[in-house]
């Protein structure tokens, strides 16, 4: 029997892939556990060591990759992932798989087929020269330039200079304009974080990324968090705090 543990963060993506796993493999595979954000997912690898990881790399409480930097992982994983052509080669040089959503069956065959020469030659694939790749393409300054919205039925493409910030609500994600429109964004903060130039736009919470120019004023809100005023303001920018965890990583950004 297979051991798997799948982190992803859509429930209903995570159904669709176990129907598929068991189709594939009848009476072959356990699903171990599905996990939907990093912090379950470190709780979890901490103390069970299942034989194969499927791993979506954005979820909802940030980036997978920061599940291999609290942990020592060495059991493969195939990815999904949208990264582009040049991400993809990464994966391939570092003996790791991935799929690309959406995933059809003849995908998750081959995926499957090489995680079984792997289990079975005991092979353990270089998560750190794949971590390094990535990262290296990650820095590469091609950031999205633009962003397409709506409001109501109406349709609009805001130019990156023309965004203060953005802020999640529930499953919803806004966009808002310096001129201080609100629109409807189809799309995550998680997603966002590598569409972004990160000497611009900030995460600082799971509800907030901004714009360093959207920033008006700072203070203490207590000794391990800060609470910024933004432009345009909006009622519920009472929540734009910079978390604890990231308070550290947010003033060395305010000083490069």
């Given at each position: ?9 859509e429930r209903l ?88 959503k959406p995933m ?62 953005f802020m999640a ?88």
């Open positions: 029997m297979i051991r798997i543990a799948i982190v992803e963060d993506a995570a159904r669709e892939l176990e129907k598929l796993l068991h189709v594939l493999r009848p009476n072959k595979i356990i699903i171990e556990a599905h996990l939907e954000n990093v912090e379950q997912a470190v709780q979890y690898l901490s103390g069970h060591k299942p034989d194969l990881i499927f791993m979506d790399i954005h979820l909802g409480d940030g980036n997978s990759f920061e599940i291999f930097d609290r942990l020592e992982i060495v059991t493969p994983v195939i990815f999904t992932t949208a990264y582009d052509q040049y991400a993809i080669k990464a994966f391939k040089q570092c003996s790791v798989d991935y799929l690309l059809d069956s003849e995908d998750v065959e081959i995926a499957l087929m090489k995680f079984e020469k792997l289990f079975y030659e005991k092979e353990s694939p270089d998560f750190n020269a794949l971590h390094k790749s990535l990262n290296s393409i990650m820095n590469v300054d091609e950031y999205q330039e633009r962003f397409l919205v709506s409001r109501g039925d109406r349709l609009s493409s805001i130019e990156v200079d023309k965004v203060a910030y609500d529930g499953k919803a994600l806004y966009l808002f304009g310096f001129n201080g429109d609100r629109y409807l964004f189809d799309g995550t903060l998680s997603s966002l974080e590598n569409k972004l130039n990160p000497k611009t736009f900030f995460r600082i919470n799971r509800k907030f990324m901004v714009s360093y120019q959207a920033i008006v004023e700072m203070h203490y809100y207590s000794k391990t968090r800060i609470k910024l005023n933004l432009q345009p303001y909006h009622p519920e920018c009472i929540d734009a705090i910079v978390s604890q965890d990231r308070c550290a990583e947010f003033k060395k950004w305010l000083n490069k």
